[in-house]
């Protein structure tokens, strides 16, 4: 177990649909971000947040977006779901503080999002 | 930004045989390199890591090399034992800013009995 957590578990929507996926860091974790990984692919960073601003984007969909709460939980929200939506999206957590600092990045259970 | 290329995707090795995957950067300013291992249906787990000041990092049966010339490093498997089979992932991130990971695409390493 790496302190991290996600929920739900699994998700099954249909297209057009908007879901949201919650990620709670390990505790003391400042940053968190949020990867999707589709069949067969490796990870896609999505985006970043640390200590409730947002730091990196990466290939995130204008139909996505994320945000961080003042207890450090992030959800990302999924709008307008198309079927190549259908995907595991994992978030990692990090202490991320300071140039040298082990930064090693946690991840989460992940949420396997089914669109139909 | 970023890119890392991993290669193979593909890799099957007889138990007791070693692996050996590869994956170059090409951002001059990274400086951390962690390899991810990934069971089917599981999250990422970190198992051995590297920083830029250092040139090789062992851990029991599993080792890696960074060459920060020629921008590669490599995960080193000796003694593969079947539950060594999973989806091996190279990452590269720079230093301080975003911290943020920029992975390779993955290699399915099987351990065949």
């Known amino acids: 177990d790496s302190g991290v957590t996600q929920t739900p578990k699994h998700l099954i929507t249909a297209t057009g649909q908007r879901v949201t996926l919650r990620c709670s860091p390990r505790?003391?974790?400042?940053?968190v971000y949020w990867y999707q990984q589709s069949l067969d692919q490796g990870l896609q960073f999505l985006i970043q947040?640390?200590?409730?601003?947002?730091?990196a984007k990466g290939n995130i969909l204008e139909r996505f977006s994320a945000q961080q709460f003042p207890d450090l939980h992030s959800e990302l929200n999924l709008s307008s779901l198309e079927l190549g939506d259908s995907a595991l999206y994992f978030c990692?957590?990090?202490?991320?503080?300071?140039?040298?600092?082990?930064?090693?990045?946690?991840f989460g259970p992940g949420t396997r999002l089914t669109v139909l | 930004g970023e890119n890392v290329e991993q290669h193979p995707s593909t890799l099957s090795v007889q138990e007791g045989d070693s692996a050996v995957i590869k994956c170059t950067y090409s951002?001059?300013?990274?400086?951390?390199f962690p390899w991810y291992k990934q069971e089917l249906g599981k999250r990422p787990q970190l198992i051995i890591d590297?920083?830029?000041?250092?040139g090789e990092k062992k851990d029991q049966r599993i080792a890696v090399t960074l060459n920060k010339t020629a921008k590669h490093f490599s995960l080193h498997i000796t003694e593969t034992q079947p539950e060594d089979s999973a989806v091996y992932f190279c990452a590269a991130r720079r230093g301080a800013g975003s911290y943020q990971l920029t992975f390779g695409k993955g290699t399915k390493l099987s351990v065949i009995p």
């Open positions: 947040y640390y200590n409730g601003e947002e730091r």
């Open positions: 951002d001059s300013a990274s400086n951390y």
């Open positions: 990692a957590s990090s202490v991320a503080r300071g140039a040298d600092s082990y930064n090693e990045q946690f």
């Open positions: 505790s003391g974790d400042l940053s």
């Open positions: 590297i920083r830029s000041n250092v």
